[in-house]
Each structure stands twice: as structure tokens, then as C-alpha cells.
């Protein structure tokens, strides 16, 4: 089945620095990369998500990028705020329209400090 | 709207009590999924639901895990003698699209 390695496990940076983390999977069958956000006591939110037919997505100070043939996929966060502080997770799945299961990553923590 | 709610959001059993985790999705979502998160960990896949049917389990660790969906909308997680293994977090998604959405968790402490 699908694996995927997180990197790092945690991540401590200024405010208004650029934070990235790195990913990466083993089932080149996976079409799907989504990555969350969770804040403590919460669950999951999802905050940015890729598709394998595309290599680069944007949303604000937040960017996926994907690499199929490397098998790779990263966040990047701009002008990080202390409010990004949380864990993030990212995941790869085979989504073929309903049943689609996702792989989760180990984590990282990230911190941001003043 | 409303997001995915579970209850309860915190449980306490005694090794080898059983216990029942409610899960209430978007309304209108087709697809429902499990997941146990252990302590720094990411979450880990344990079923999945299409309407009533479960069409996956292979994520369950034991045969003391059971899911249901009856009627297609609330879910319900009932762990059988339980162990401290057990202990985790139980996320329910529930999907609509691409985008799966996850309740707050149930958090399960086994003494």
C-alpha cells in the first residue's frame, strides 16, 4: 500500500520567514495530494490540496508543488504569522471519486516565533 | 453549515469495557471515513462507508472494531473489550468532491 515520509517533524520559525515541508510517496497510482492543518484539541482542516495533473498551486502566503516523477510533493508558506502555528499533515490518496482513502504523513510541527 | 460533529468528545473506559463513538457528517455527504490518530501521530485509515454500505474495512485493527451507518447518514464506531492499545484519537470525514472533512475527534482513554 501507499507510504509517505514527512519532513521535518518539527519546524521552528520568525515571523516573517518562509516555512516549507516536504513529502513524499511511494504509489505512483496516487492522483490526490491534500495537505491540513491541525491546531490542538481540533481535527483536521484542510488548507490546500493538489491534483497530479498539475505541478504548482497558490492560495495566498500558501503554495503546493509537485514533482510525479520524483514522487514529491512540498508546502511552502510566506510571511509566516503566529497564527500558522500548528501541525501539519500531508496525505496522497487514489481518489477515484468516492472511495478514496488517504495516506497520512507523520507531521510537522511547526512553530512561529515573534 | 454545520461541520461534521462526534460525540462524545472525550471518553474514559476501563480495559475491556465497550464503547460507542457517534459520528453526525454534512448533510448530503455520500462518502463517510474512520480514522485513529495515536499520540504524534497522523491519522491512520480504519474504514469507509459509501451511504450504508461499507465497502472497506481493511483498515481495522481487530474484530473488537465494528462500524455502522444504517440509514446512511450517522455513523457509529463500537470498539468491543476495549485495551489500552485502544487509546487514540477517532477522527470521522465525511466527502463531498475531492475534499474530505474532518470532525473534531472523539479523544478514547483506556485504563
Known amino acids: 500500500g501507499e507510504n509517505v515520509e514527512q519532513h521535518p517533524s518539527t519546524l521552528s520559525v520568525q515571523e516573517g520567514d518562509s516555512a516549507v515541508i516536504k513529502c513524499t510517496y511511494s504509489d505512483s497510482a496516487s492522483n490526490y495530494f491534500p495537505w491540513y492543518k491541525q491546531e490542538l484539541g481540533k481535527g483536521p482542516q484542510l488548507i490546500i490540496d493538489?491534483?497530479?495533473?498539475?505541478g504548482e498551486k497558490k492560495d495566498q502566503r500558501i503554495a503546493v508543488t509537485l514533482n510525479k516523477t520524483a514522487k514529491h510533493f512540498s508546502l511552502h508558506i510566506t510571511e509566516t504569522q503566529p497564527e500558522d502555528s500548528a501541525v501539519y499533515f500531508c496525505?496522497?490518496?487514489?481518489?477515484?471519486?468516492?472511495?478514496?482513502?488517504?495516506?497520512f504523513g507523520t507531521g510537522t510541527r511547526l512553530q512561529v516565533t515573534l | 453549515g454545520a461541520g461534521v460533529s462526534q460525540s462524545p468528545r472525550y471518553k474514559v473506559a476501563k480495559r475491556g469495557q465497550d464503547v460507542a463513538l457517534r459520528c453526525d457528517p454534512i448533510s448530503g455527504h455520500v462518502s463517510l471515513f474512520w480514522y485513529q490518530q495515536a499520540l504524534g501521530q497522523g491519522p491512520e485509515f480504519l474504514t469507509y462507508?459509501?451511504?450504508?454500505?461499507?465497502?472497506?474495512k481493511s483498515g481495522l485493527p481487530s474484530d473488537r472494531f465494528f462500524a455502522e451507518r444504517p440509514e446512511g447518514s450517522v455513523s457509529t464506531l463500537k470498539i468491543q473489550r476495549t485495551q489500552q492499545e485502544d487509546s487514540a484519537v477517532y477522527l470521522c470525514?465525511?466527502?463531498?468532491?475531492?475534499?474530505?472533512?474532518f470532525g473534531p475527534g472523539t479523544r478514547l482513554l483506556v485504563l
Open positions: 496525505a496522497a490518496s487514489k481518489d477515484t471519486g468516492t472511495a478514496s482513502k488517504l495516506t
Open positions: 462507508f459509501q451511504n450504508e454500505a461499507q465497502l472497506d
Open positions: 493538489i491534483r497530479s495533473n498539475v
Open positions: 470525514a465525511s466527502k463531498i468532491g475531492e475534499t474530505q472533512y
